[in-house]
T-cell receptor, first 114, second 112 residues
Framework: DAGVIQSPRHEVTEMGQEVTLRCKPI?????LFWYRQTMMRGLELLIY????????DSGMPEDRFSAKMPNASFSTLKIQPSEPRDSAVYFC????????????FGPGTRLTVT | QQQVKQSPQSLIVQKGGISIINCAYE??????FPWYQQFPGKGPALLIA?????SEKKEGRFTISFNKSAKQFSLHIMDSQPGDSATYFC???????????FGGGTRLMVKP
């Protein structure tokens, strides 16, 4: 398996623009997580899906952030409008929910908002 | 309380030395304690994990020590190597959900 796939790997955009980050989880995994990593705040969970349903979105910072999982093999994280403070590395991770266990992280998307 | 506190934030160790990273948690419902290793430009990857039914787990040069009464756990890297230089995250989770709460991370540098 290719592991968790994220695109793009790097994104540079101007303040106010819409940004869409994409994730393809490992085939067969039924849980998907979006994280944000910054030097100041470390690794923060933004939202967690189980069987394509959002279970916990308490980490989503503002209404500017939204996430969808239309099917088991694809998820998006959208920021509209983007702001400079959104600059971070965004990770997607997937796991099997049968027993609490390993989350497999993607390579991340480095977002820079100027 | 969901917080997991990790220390130190950074650590410099000589090659061959022992690296020790500590974590503490508040939520007594936590029953799964993994450590993740992250190299620059990569996503975190599971290194080793422990459940509270044992006090220690060893995998090669990496050992987790767990103290349930103190609500603390630590990662020991024996015979540290320059290739171990990375950021290490502790985490905690419970079976009520499938989420992990991560510590703040420790940037380890092993000097040759």
């Amino acid at each position: 398996d290719a592991g968790v796939i994220q695109s793009p790997r790097h994104e540079v955009t101007e303040m106010g623009q819409e940004v869409t980050l994409r994730c393809k989880p490992i085939s067969g995994h039924n849980s998907l997580f979006w994280y944000r990593q910054t030097m100041m705040r470390g690794l923060e969970l933004l939202i967690y899906f189980n069987n394509n349903v959002p279970i916990d979105d308490s980490g989503m910072p503002e209404d500017r952030f939204s996430a969808k999982m239309p099917n088991a093999s694809f998820s998006t994280l959208k920021i509209q409008p983007s702001e400079p403070r959104d600059s971070a590395v965004y990770f997607c991770a997937s796991s099997l929910t049968t027993v609490l266990g390993e989350q497999y992280f993607g390579p991340g998307t480095r977002l820079t908002v100027t | 309380q969901q917080q997991v506190k990790q220390s130190p934030q950074s650590l410099i160790v000589q090659k061959g030395g022992i690296s020790i990273i500590n974590c503490a948690y508040e939520n007594t419902a936590f029953d799964y304690f993994p450590w993740y290793q992250q190299f620059p430009g990569k996503g975190p990857a599971l290194l080793i994990a422990i459940r509270p039914d044992v006090s220690e787990k060893k995998e090669g040069r990496f050992t987790i020590s767990f103290n349930k009464s103190a609500k603390q756990f630590s990662l020991h890297i024996m015979d540290s190597q320059p290739g171990d230089s990375a950021t290490y995250f502790c985490a905690a989770g419970d079976n009520a959900g499938n989420m992990l709460t991560f510590g703040g991370g420790t940037r380890l540098m092993v000097k040759p």
